[in-house]
């Protein structure tokens, strides 16, 4: 009887091992006498696969057939799929298949100009785990390029689409998207053999984000974050996503960062619905539902599950805040390439082995992830430059495009903003020990210090980030004695060196120790309010204010404010300007506060609440944009109006208008009804014939009055 007919099949992805159980019968058959040796030797060399293979089938799918029936036949065995009459509904969506497909063939010739022949995608949808499109290679009747063997299912190495993973583990330790590392050409090894990886471009950049550094694809940063988050903690954290490739920990070093080891792209892929659906995955599956002949339910998948959650939602949101963002890539990849979608935010990654054998481009919206890997299907070396961004991407490009086409935009939860109080990790570039300074004595800031006159400066000696954090509890105390890290002295010797090559000269002088003796207690202003007091009221809008004021630094100015609304200033004694309160203070009860300052920022306020039952003054409009005799050109349009009104609740509509300054027919731009605010802005969309303008705003108030103020425009 034959053994493991679904497993040996010749069309699926064990040919290697049915050469290999032919070969064992054939010597089988040889010792038992039923052939004999030359019998044997000759049966070998006959190459009875290629004939087996020449036919082309009509088959939709192959690799993702034969995939579905080794599941089965490893759940339910042989005889069952070979002759149990099955009834069997897949996850495979055939218009995501075909655009698949056709992606690939339509980029066959581009990757063959990189001396690559062959190539492989996937696509799952985040939300259920389904596999809706499987590729396993160029052409699947293709033998020059073993296109029976599903590449999808194979080993291959990820290059630096490995990263977006070894980054999320970093931030689920206490590392940020602002954390700062040295971009410097480092030696990482710790036994006589050195390991100094370089960036694809073998520039060096001094001080980078993490944000930086995963959306460049920079190396010498991702190997220093794979050391902080610990090779331990990463492999972990890869298992809990679907990684079954790195059970083997000792086989690992820091290059895994780089796409060192092997993955499967089926689970690599997978991996990434984890960030579409921001920390929860769901199961990869391929089959929904199996009858057998009589109608009887084998297996049921049908029903929608909840996932599991892998990780917190916000490690994913900074990641996908990332991969999104093309600007932030820009350097490295330009402003212009295959990582953007033309309608609707996509996040996306590269990889591409150092030696140029495997190319990728991993990427995803929160409703569909694929991921597309190219190469020679000998492994033979691809030319040089043969990257991701290159050969890859145009096909996951073109898959998206088309598969997305005419489907809602989904976007991204933006990530909330992380502020550790640790600068190494919120920041701060310079690598030195930054203090909060006052400005005017330059000694160490205080509770009393202005923020105004607060700064943060670097001093002593610039270090690497081990200096400032201990790198298994990011967030905790900087380490004592952070010479005791096997990688410290390495670190700083390199941005040692990488200093004296910027022929810059950078100051190392120790902080302060002595506190701000500026602004103390003592030298806070005295202030008193003498007109208006407490409860007083206030008859007029205009009126004259009266204080009592001293400070040991003298007096630079008074302000007024009216619920804290600045009204006016005075730099001059007694300090009594007079306050105009605009109409759209109401009357009613109002807090009105008076202000010293000295010289440098001291600052004491007199607070007291006024009745206010002043009437409402004439109403008035400012301008803000366009000014008087302001010149537009034609290229401005739809130009921006902004103007703001004193009273908006005592202001009906304000209709807007231009006219020909020598005369003519008014032409209406646009009329804004009830404003709720003071500030107003319509657009003025489209471009009049060059010439001399006149552009008003009419407002009409409640009680029918009409109030008109113009500007002077020029259109050329």
């Not at 339910?76 to 495979?92: N, S």
């Not at 590392?175 to 694809?200: A, G, M, Q, R």
């Not at 920022?601 to 607070?607: L, P």
Request: hydrophobic content about 35%.
């Amino acid at each position: 009887m034959p053994k493991g007919p679904t497993y040996y099949s010749p069309y699926g992805n064990h040919r290697d091992a049915l050469v290999v159980r032919q070969h064992y019968i054939l010597n089988a058959m040889a010792e038992t006498g039923t052939i004999s040796k030359e019998e044997a030797d000759a049966a070998k060399k006959d190459d009875v696969l290629s004939r087996v293979l020449q036919k082309k089938e009509s088959i939709i799918a192959p690799h993702f057939v034969f995939y579905v029936k080794e599941l089965l036949a490893e759940e339910l065995g042989d005889q069952a799929v070979e002759q149990g009459g099955l009834k069997v509904i897949t996850t495979l969506d055939v218009g995501k298949q075909k655009i698949a497909e056709e992606a690939i063939t339509a980029n066959v010739p581009q990757i063959q100009k990189w001396n690559a022949n062959n190539a492989a995608m996937t696509a799952i949808d985040p939300k259920t785990g389904e596999v809706l499109a499987m590729v396993g290679s160029a052409d699947y009747f293709d033998d020059t390029i073993n296109g029976k063997y599903n590449a999808v299912l194979g080993l291959l190495q990820p290059g630096s689409s490995i990263k977006p993973m070894v980054y999320a583990a970093a931030f689920e330790k206490g590392y940020t998207p602002s954390t700062v590392v040295e971009d410097i050409k480092t030696d990482f090894s710790t036994t006589s053999k050195p390991y100094s990886p370089s960036d694809y471009d073998s520039k060096e950049r001094g001080f980078v984000t993490l944000k930086e550094a995963l959306a460049g694809s920079l190396n010498i940063p991702a190997v220093k974050v794979l050391y902080l988050t610990g090779l331990n903690i990463f492999q972990n954290f890869a298992e809990r996503v679907g990684y079954t490739t790195f059970a083997d920990k000792s086989r690992f070093g820091l290059s895994l960062v780089l796409g060192g080891a092997e993955v499967r792209p089926l689970e690599h892929v997978a991996a990434f619905s984890a960030f579409a659906q921001e920390g929860v995955i769901h199961p990869t599956k391929a089959i929904l539902r199996v009858e057998d002949s009589t109608g009887k339910i084998l297996k049921d998948e049908t029903k929608p599950t909840e996932g599991k959650k892998v990780f917190d939602p916000e490690i994913a949101r900074q990641i996908n805040d990332i991969l999104s963002d093309n600007a932030a890539r820009a350097y490295i990849f330009g402003e212009k390439n295959y990582l953007t979608l033309a309608d609707r935010p996509v996040a996306a990654k590269t990889g591409t082995t150092n030696d140029y054998k495997d190319a990728w481009t991993v990427g995803y919206t929160p409703s569909l992830v694929a991921g597309v890997w190219v190469g020679d299907s000998t492994g033979k070396t691809m030319k040089k430059g043969a990257d991701g961004s290159k050969i890859a991407a145009p096909i996951w490009n073109t898959f998206m495009s088309k598969a997305l086409a005419g489907t809602a935009v989904e976007t991204f939860t933006p990530p909330q903003p992380v502020v550790t109080g640790k600068t190494v990790l919120d920041g701060q570039k310079n690598g030195q020990l930054m203090v909060k300074i006052d400005k005017v004595s330059g000694k160490l800031a205080t509770e009393l210090t202005p923020p105004e006159y607060v700064e943060e400066r670097g001093f002593g000696v610039t270090h690497s980030i081990l200096f400032f954090v201990d790198k298994d509890t990011p967030r905790g105390p900087a380490p004592e004695h952070p010479e005791n890290d096997p990688q410290y002295m390495k670190w700083e010797q390199s941005l040692s060196d990488w200093i004296l090559k910027q022929n810059v000269i950078i100051t190392n002088n120790p902080p302060p120790t002595e506190k701000d003796d500026v602004h103390t207690i003592e030298n806070k202003p005295t202030i008193s309010l003498l007109y208006p007091t407490s409860n007083d009221t206030v008859t007029e809008r205009v009126f004259k204010p009266l204080v009592s004021v001293f400070a040991q630094r003298g007096v630079a100015k008074v302000e007024y404010a009216i619920d804290g609304e600045l009204l006016t200033s005075s730099v001059f004694a007694p300090y009594d300007s007079l306050i105009n309160i605009p109409n759209h203070i109401y009357k009613g009860f109002h807090i009105f506060t008076a202000t010293a300052y000295d010289d440098v920022g001291n600052r004491n306020e007199s607070t007291v609440t006024i009745n206010f039952i002043a009437p409402s003054g004439p109403s008035t409009i400012q301008w803000k944009s366009p000014l008087n005799t302001q010149i537009l050109s034609q290229s401005q349009f739809p130009f921006s109006i902004n103007l703001a009104v004193d009273d908006p609740k005592n202001t009906k509509k304000i209709r807007f208008v231009f006219s020909p300054q020598t005369g003519g027919e008014s032409t209406v731009i646009n009329t804004v009804e009830n404003p709720p605010l003071p500030n107003i802005s319509i657009a003025w969309k489209n471009a009049p014939p060059s010439g001399n303008y006149l552009l008003t705003a009419e407002l009409t108030l409640l009680s029918g009055d009409v109030l008109q103020d113009s500007v002077a425009v020029h259109v050329q």
